[in-house]
């Protein structure tokens, strides 16, 4: 038995040395990155370039943005020989890439050029000396060519420090074949007040709810009292959950609720699994989402297909407000890289130029920034998008360009927005609570609880 | 590294070689954990921002004089009870039985009770997510239809929301439990049992007799580890709510705590503050509970 | 184990229950491969379901990621660096963390309670509070960005030092005092007395340090920076962000990645079987 035992160590023994042997060679994958050395040596002579390629990272927690921010520092590299890209993207999950992030912002080593930051993580990076570079003299002058919300969301003093990669345009999705099952014409469905008139005639005729809400997520509250012209975090960076426009739009979403027009979304959100299958087997008439959520018909939805219209918001007052920019990502260069010029270069290139703006609704399908482009023919080609919901989706968004209101985000903004998901919504829309008392419950907490 | 005959005077020295075996552990600590341990204790008396670190004496640790940081106590507290209730007699006996001459088909029944634990995080969130949704057609919510009650929101209450922690616990640790009293099991002596048998002794008393007590070691081994896992629970957690925390802080767990002060908030002091708070109440348990067993006493 | 299994009331009822709570057992998981062989909008159209329809069944989940599809185009280099990874960690662990439970459980030495509490201290520190000072150490000492980053600072690993102290404690100390007499040293001892005996230890915690490497999650993101030096749980994980999801590559990654440990396993499982007990031994 001691045989066996003395060839179990020696085979572990022989197995480490041989690991190890093999580790110290080629198990250290790259060397680490110290901040006195930019490796740009190793272009590989993939076709003789004239100039030297720039070796830029960027950062990102998503795919697809990966992908465009490739495709586009492919378009750079032709329109500049000169001064040739070579990207490097990493594609790190969610909530890991922005702590690693403010961990190397917090120790100044081994941050990104470029790194893609999540609309409600920015306030974190604003905190302390700010490690963003600013990006005033790229963003000033296209001010003027693109919805200036998307890049104030992403500023500080004056300072922008980000761009953002779409408008976000809060918009409803109708599911045609109930409305005309319900006999409702969508057009006729101005104003909030016709939702309740109308989606009363939806649910006698057919039973099901007209439309659903978030039943622990921002994504029906935000945008309604945005419509208001009103916020969650003031301009100043203070709580104003307890404003009351936004006790105005809860009250009446809560009667909706109680009147069985609207309904709570299955899963609580309207980005889970459960709610798209129940959308999907037609389980209400409409919903409101910003447009990134297209893709979640093309993608999770596919029986809806050819059955989903898309149409501008129903507004509070005559005259109001018809839709509202929701999330976003912004696009930042951090102070520890060393291509400074080359990385605002590029970055407005992406995200500001034309081309890139043209390539945002193309290869993501969503609103892009820059107004003028949404009237180009390059937006009515067909793809994946106008084959599910027809050709006209831009129609409605310039419809409604003049009405989207700014957001604020500030540094008490992941605070309120935490308390919003997981206290205000689940206390009204879960445990039927009166909308006023909980939310200048939860707003005087918070008003207690921050600096 | 073969030792025929040959051998260090060094190593013959009783008094020496324990310093040698643990050895690594000193020299990992020295080398790992007593600057980063210290530079977190330091961070616990700061405001810790880019370019901005200020000493401000104990004004985090009077922070946590807060509703949400004791209801992850209380969550974690809680948890830590009911999994310390369910972990550790069930894999016992199941891997006694698992261990038991009756038994066949013992290595599929093994790896089977195993095998969750191999699931990575984010898939098994997403399994858990649908298992517990507040649908009709979901699973939990067929069979307790089944049972003859009605659907539950099992996300949003605290009881209920509990129990689904406690069930996704389970399933991911019984197999390893279990797999840790096997290995101690396979060194129980069969002659035990065997004379147990010539005295007539029946099925109960020879687990009482024999099988507990040799099994005590690894029993306090496991008490142990449940208790800080419970302690420091926050993957299941995660995996039902995600990283945005849960309605009303259901869900919330100490180390969620650090995790949504320190990165999410970025008050990175504060979540030093709080881990070092649970790292002592967890090491403070755990004493507690080995003294109690009597493990730190001289064993000859 | 050659001996001849009756059957009878017992051992009927026995198979029942365990049948039962392996099927209990598996069922997510069994769930979680028939959503990998149908198209992942089968998922959202149904929600999680485990009715076998034959018409939907479909390859295109595996064959995704094979070419690479959907951010997985990494997905292979992930596989090999957790392999590579977890076997160097976990051999390396076992080898150290077993002489230091040993040392602990079999010598009584100055300062052994005390070793043995700052064992159980390290294990509970929560890594969140050590994440960024054990960053900037990392860049020190040039260990970021590579393997040696993910391993070094956790591989004398306390769980399985208090697993090999529990374990050894339970053997007699005779057989310490019977390799002295027949003229081993301390080392010896361990090495050719002891080993043998600690067999069903490093059986258990070969798969279960295995198991821990693999699915290891938190410090390898900080410390790896570059996408292929991904292991796979951090690559699965960014397959999901809030903006869009890969579900299609997700779920046929997250089977093949369950393969590995699992294969591990079933050649461990010997180890546990074999039931090299102390009488075994010879003193």
């Known amino acids: 038995m001691s045989k066996k035992g003395n060839l179990l160590l020696s085979l572990i023994l022989a197995v480490s040395m041989i690991l190890t042997a093999c580790g110290s060679n080629n198990g250290g994958g790259n060397t680490p990155s110290t901040p006195t050395e930019t490796s740009n040596s190793n272009t590989e002579g993939e076709g003789k370039t004239e100039a030297e390629q720039t070796n830029l990272t960027l950062w990102t927690f998503v795919q697809q943005h990966a992908d465009f921010y490739l495709y586009m520092a492919d378009e750079w590299n032709q329109a500049n020989p000169d001064k040739p890209i070579k990207l490097v993207t990493e594609n790190i999950p969610y909530d890991e890439m922005h702590t690693r992030l403010l961990i190397a912002l917090q120790t100044k080593e081994g941050a990104p050029d470029l790194v893609d930051i999540e609309q409600s993580k920015f306030p974190n990076f604003m905190k302390g000396e700010v490690q963003l570079v600013e990006l005033n003299d790229v963003v000033e002058p296209e001010l003027s060519n693109i919805v200036k919300s998307r890049v104030d969301i992403y500023s500080q003093d004056g300072k922008y420090y980000g761009v953002d990669l779409h408008v976000g345009a809060t918009v409803m999705f109708y599911n045609k074949e109930i409305m005309d099952q319900a006999g409702v014409n969508p057009d006729d469905i101005k104003l909030w007040s016709d939702v309740e008139k109308y989606g009363k005639i939806v649910v006698e005729k057919t039973g099901k709810p007209f439309i659903t809400f978030e039943g622990a997520g921002n994504w029906s509250w935000w945008p309604a009292i945005n419509q208001l012209e009103s916020d969650q975090v003031s301009v100043d960076g203070k709580v104003m959950l307890d404003d009351e426009r936004n006790i105005r739009a809860m009250t009446f979403f809560k009667k909706l609720v109680d009147e069985g027009i609207a309904a709570i979304a299955p899963g609580a959100g309207h980005d889970t699994p459960e709610y798209k299958a129940y959308m999907n087997a037609e389980g209400a008439a409409s919903v409101f989402m910003p447009f990134w959520f297209m893709n979640r018909f093309t993608d999770e939805m596919p029986d809806l297909k050819g059955k989903i219209i898309i149409k501008p918001m129903p507004a509070w007052d005559e005259g109001g407000n018809r839709s509202a920019g929701m999330g976003g990502t912004g696009l930042s260069i951090t102070n520890q890289t060393k291509h400074l010029e080359l990385a605002k270069e590029f970055l407005a290139y992406s995200k500001l130029s034309k081309e890139g703006n043209i390539q945002v609704w193309k290869q993501l399908g969503m609103d892009p920034i820059r107004t003028e482009v949404w009237t180009d023919p390059a937006m009515s080609e067909p793809n994946k998008f106008t084959e599910y919901f027809g050709n006209d989706i831009f129609d409605t968004l310039l419809e409604v360009k003049d009405e989207i209101y700014p957001v604020n985000i500030r540094e008490i903004s992941p605070q309120v927005f935490d308390s919003v998901r997981n206290e205000i919504i689940p206390r009204i829309f879960q445990f039927g609570e009166d909308p006023e008392t909980v939310i200048k419950e939860e707003a005087d907490k918070l008003r207690k609880s921050l600096p | ?300 | 184990m050659a001996e001849k299994q009756r059957w009878n009331f017992s051992a009927v009822f026995l198979l029942l229950f365990f049948i039962i709570l392996a099927v209990m057992a598996l069922f997510p998981l069994y769930a979680l491969f028939l959503a990998s062989i149908k198209p992942s909008s089968e998922l959202f159209r149904y929600g999680l379901n485990v009715r076998l329809d034959f018409d939907v069944m479909t390859l295109a989940n595996y064959k995704a990621i094979f070419a690479g599809k959907g951010g997985s185009a990494h997905y292979f280099s992930w596989y090999k660096n957790s392999i590579f990874i977890t076997s160097l960690f976990t051999v390396l662990c076992l080898f150290l963390s077993s002489m230091v439970g040993y040392g602990l459980a079999m010598y009584n030495f100055k300062g052994r309670n005390l070793i043995f509490t700052l064992v159980l201290a390290v294990m509970m520190i929560p890594v969140e509070i050590i994440l960024l000072p054990l960053y900037r150490l990392s860049i020190d000492l040039s260990i970021i960005n590579s393997i040696w980053g993910v391993i070094l600072p956790f591989v004398v690993a306390p769980l399985p030092i208090f697993f090999f102290r529990q374990f050894a404690s339970g053997i007699p100390k005779d057989f310490m005092d019977a390799g002295r007499i027949d003229g081993c040293s301390e080392m010896g001892i361990f090495f050719r007395i002891m080993i043998p005996m600690l067999v069903p230890a490093f059986g258990a915690m070969t798969i279960l340090q295995a198991m821990f490497s693999w699915n290891n999650f938190l410090w390898p993101v900080i410390v790896l920076r570059s996408t292929e030096n991904f292991t796979l749980p951090i690559g699965l994980a960014s397959l999901l962000s809030p903006v869009g999801n890969n579900y299609e590559v997700l779920l046929s990654g997250a089977v093949l990645s369950i393969l590995p440990i699992l294969v591990l396993f079933l050649m461990f499982q010997r180890f546990f079987i074999e039931g090299l007990t102390v009488g075994g031994v010879k003193g």
């Open chain 2, 1 to 300: 590294m073969h030792q025929k005959k040959s051998r260090f005077r060094i190593g013959n020295s009783q008094l020496i070689a324990p310093y040698i075996f643990v050895a690594p552990f000193i020299l990992s600590f020295i080398i790992f954990f007593s600057y980063p341990l210290f530079q977190a204790i330091l961070m616990s008396f700061q405001s810790v921002l880019p370019d901005q670190v200020t000493f401000i004496g104990l004004d985090n640790f009077k922070k946590l004089n807060n509703p949400s940081f004791y209801k992850a106590l209380y969550n974690n507290f809680r948890y830590t009870i009911y999994t310390v209730i369910v972990l550790i007699p069930i894999p016992l006996i199941l891997a006694v039985f698992l261990n038991s001459k009756m038994m066949r088909l013992k290595n599929m029944f093994r790896s089977a009770l195993f095998l969750p634990a191999l699931t990575s995080v984010a898939v098994a969130g997403i399994i858990f997510k649908l298992v517990f949704s507040e649908l009709d057609g979901a699973l939990m919510n067929t069979f307790i239809q089944w049972l003859g009650f009605d659907s539950q929101k099992w996300l949003y209450y605290p009881g209920l929301s509990m129990f689904a922690l406690v069930v996704i616990a389970t399933w991911r640790w019984i197999g390893i439990n279990i797999l840790y009293f096997l290995s101690a099991l396979q060194n129980i002596p069969k002659e035990l049992y065997e004379a147990a048998d010539i005295d007539g002794a029946g099925l109960f008393s020879k687990f009482y007799k024999i099988t507990v007590p040799l099994l005590k070691p690894i029993t306090i081994y496991v008490l142990t580890i449940t208790i800080y896992g419970g302690f420091a629970m926050f993957t299941e957690s995660y995996m039902l709510w995600g990283s945005r925390g849960s309605p009303q802080d259901i869900g919330l767990t100490m180390v969620g705590y650090i995790y949504q002060q320190g990165f999410q908030y970025f008050d990175l002091g504060f979540g030093s503050a709080i881990g070092l708070v649970l790292l002592v109440i967890t090491l403070g348990v755990s004493m507690i509970q080995l003294k109690f067993m009597g493990l730190f006493g001289k064993e000859d």
